[in-house]
């Protein structure tokens, strides 16, 4: 409510420059619901032939198992489609742009590894300091076994390195497929100076 407020007060005042994770872009552009449904557990095929038999514009609007699946079951559950529910709560109406940065996979992949071998000390630090479970943690669990001389050095950065790139291939993967991009870009730099041009 409170954001709804601040964007209708400077929807048609200023140009206002934001930045988030995929989610806030999400209720943004599609509003946010309190849909209420039972999670439960479905085989992936058994998913895709429901969902082609009843709702099939599902599949073209999810591409993956976990949306294809809540989809399903607020359906199911209520016999209405996840997508009709959330544009009929969109939080307001406002000309919004969305640009999202995508670097090439290379650039990204060297960023990791960078980083990887450049924080991996402080990395570790972080674990073995941390009493909490943490495994949902990207690498968390891979240092554990790291401290535990499951594995070594070597070793513990390959697999952190997969998981991230796992990670980052999902982030890309509800960019394109999940949000509405008015403009992509494979630079902060380039970005900048197409904004630089608008606002000027």
């Not at 200023?14 to 557990?41: A, H, P, R």
């Not at 016999?79 to 406002?94: A, P, S, V």
């Not at 870009?185 to 041009?197: A, G, M, R, T, V």
Request: glycine residues 4%; aromatic residues 10%; positive net charge.
């Amino acid at each position: 409510q409170l954001v709804s407020e601040i964007i209708k007060k400077i929807n048609n005042e200023k140009i206002c420059i934001l930045g988030g994770t995929g989610m806030y872009f999400s209720v943004l552009q599609n509003g946010i619901s309190n849909i209420e449904f039972q999670d439960k557990e479905i085989d992936e095929n058994e998913l895709i032939l429901k969902i082609s038999e009843h709702v099939p514009e599902i599949l073209e609007k999810y591409k993956d198992y976990r949306r294809r699946k809540k989809a399903w079951l607020v359906y199911e559950q209520t016999g209405k489609i996840i997508t009709e529910i959330y544009n009929n709560q969109k939080l307001f109406e406002t000309n919004i742009k969305t640009y999202a940065i995508i670097p090439e996979k290379e650039t990204l992949w060297k960023n990791i590894l960078f980083r990887l071998n450049r924080d991996f000390e402080k990395m570790v630090q972080e674990v073995s300091l941390n009493n909490y479970n943490h495994e949902g943690i990207i690498g968390f669990s891979i240092i554990k076994k790291y401290l535990s001389k499951n594995i070594n050095k070597t070793q513990c950065i390959e697999q952190i390195f997969i998981k991230t790139r796992q990670y980052t291939k999902r982030q890309i993967t509800y960019i394109n497929n999940c949000l509405t991009i008015d403009k992509k870009f494979s630079s902060s730099d380039e970005l900048i100076q197409y904004l630089e041009k608008i606002i000027i």
